[in-house]
């Protein structure tokens, strides 16, 4: 597809994986039955978001993926990945979310970043730290549309990126060093995933400076406002109806939330 490529093609597919999150179904990857370059798969990503813009939901931020060896291991996908945030997505700290809305999904700790100015292209870190408002302790909801969870790279990349909610706690100012701090995503109080802010690329900044560059060769600039997902600082914890999940981080605060039936 990718010589000549078919538009309506693309459409169709975004289609597809559209229906599947809106209908919370299960369906077979894409590669099983089509042949999908990963420029491919950002495009039908693209057009599927295009299609939740069209029916007014509005852009948000970004997130990255795979930006922790953790994450790479558990899921098979050893390149990193982005994908769009939007409006539809976020869930309220401390609210309640439906196992209903989703297939299968999972938890992930993660840091957050706010913007304050626009950020593209090759960045310093010092630069991108300069266009940051503000952190906060966050979680990711993914739920990928595929069957069983389990994808190639083109696929995830095709679904999103596995997105489907986002909860971000009180925001901090970025004046202390986020580099390293300890973290603890708990269910109903239990430990579940240890681990550190330094999992991600080593400093969650470097999550922040990748993010700049994809959304520049997206033609897509990061703007003011924008919140930017680091990725997933541990392994993914599968959800289940009657938990309340938390994810602590040292130094910045803690950020929560229940799930229902
Ligand atoms: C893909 C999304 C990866 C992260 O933080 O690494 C991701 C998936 O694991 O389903 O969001
Ligand atoms: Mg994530």
């Not at 098979?76 to 989703?102: A, C, F, K, N």
């Not at 790279?153 to 909610?165: E, L, Q, T």
């Amino acid at each position: 597809m990718s010589e000549n490529r078919d538009i309506r093609a693309i459409r169709e597919l975004a289609m597809v994986v559209d229906d599947a999150a809106r209908g919370a179904r299960a369906i077979p990857q894409l590669t099983a039955s089509n042949k999908l370059t990963l420029a491919d798969a950002y495009e039908i990503q693209r057009a599927s978001i295009a299609l939740r813009v069209e029916r007014g939901e509005k852009r948000v931020g970004m997130k990255m993926g795979f930006t922790s060896r953790a994450k790479m291991v558990q899921m098979g996908v050893h390149d990193m990945i982005w994908g769009r945030l939007t409006e539809g997505m976020i869930v309220e700290d401390g609210g309640p979310i439906s196992m209903q809305r989703y297939v299968h999904p999972r938890v992930e700790p993660e840091i957050a970043f706010l913007l304050k100015a626009p950020l593209c292209g090759v960045v310093t870190p010092l630069q991108a730290l300069s266009a940051v408002e503000a952190v906060a302790p966050a979680m990711e909801i993914i739920d990928s549309r595929f069957e069983n969870f389990k994808f190639s790279h083109i696929d995830v990349v095709a679904d999103n990126s596995s997105s489907s909610g986002f909860v971000t706690g009180a925001w901090h100012k970025p004046d202390i060093d986020f580099s390293n701090l300890g973290l603890v995503m708990s269910f109903n109080g239990v430990a579940r995933q240890i681990g550190t802010t330094a999992a991600i690329l080593g400093h969650p900044l470097r999550s922040l400076v990748v993010a700049a560059r994809f959304a520049a060769e997206a033609g897509e600039p990061l703007e003011a406002g924008w919140i930017i997902m680091a990725g997933g600082a541990t392994a993914a914890e599968p959800l289940a109806a009657g938990t309340w999940v938390e994810n602590e981080i040292q130094n910045i605060g803690r950020v929560a939330f229940s799930v229902e039936k």
